[in-house]
């Protein structure tokens, strides 16, 4: 299982952004996608889930902000994508984001993407 983020750039705050992992490899019992999310002196914390369900869950700091979703697998070569779309950056989102997948219970993590935001 291969997770590929992208998206990260220094952006105004106010401003907004969309964040792409790219998720292939045996992924046909993905159960859940995510991404986390670490700032500056600050734990980790997980910004946004989405189950397979359709249900999502989001931190409190970034309910209405963010959002996130994903695409269906492709059976042809089994690749999808989850997107995180952020808007109304404020100062405090600036962060490393990674992106997550849970496949039968197993946790799978992509390298981050620098987030950077400005006053």
């Known amino acids: 299982v291969q997770l590929q983020a992208s998206g990260g750039g220094l952006v105004q705050a106010g401003g907004s952004l969309t964040l792409s992992c790219a998720l292939s490899?045996?992924?046909?019992?993905?159960?859940?996608v995510g991404w986390y999310r670490q700032g500056p002196g600050k734990q980790r914390e997980r910004a946004a889930l989405?189950?397979?369900?359709?249900?999502?869950?989001?931190?409190?700091?970034v309910k209405g902000r963010f959002t996130i979703s994903r695409g269906s697998i492709s059976r042809d070569n089994a690749k999808t994508t989850v997107y995180l779309q952020m808007n109304n950056l404020q100062l405090e989102d600036a962060a490393v984001y990674s992106c997550?997948?849970?496949?039968?219970?197993?946790?799978?993590w992509g390298q981050g993407t620098l987030v950077t935001v400005s006053s």
């Open positions: 997550y997948a849970r496949i039968i219970s197993r946790q799978y």
């Open positions: 989405n189950l397979n369900d359709g249900r999502t869950n989001y931190a409190d700091s």
């Open positions: 490899g045996n992924i046909f019992r993905l159960d859940a």
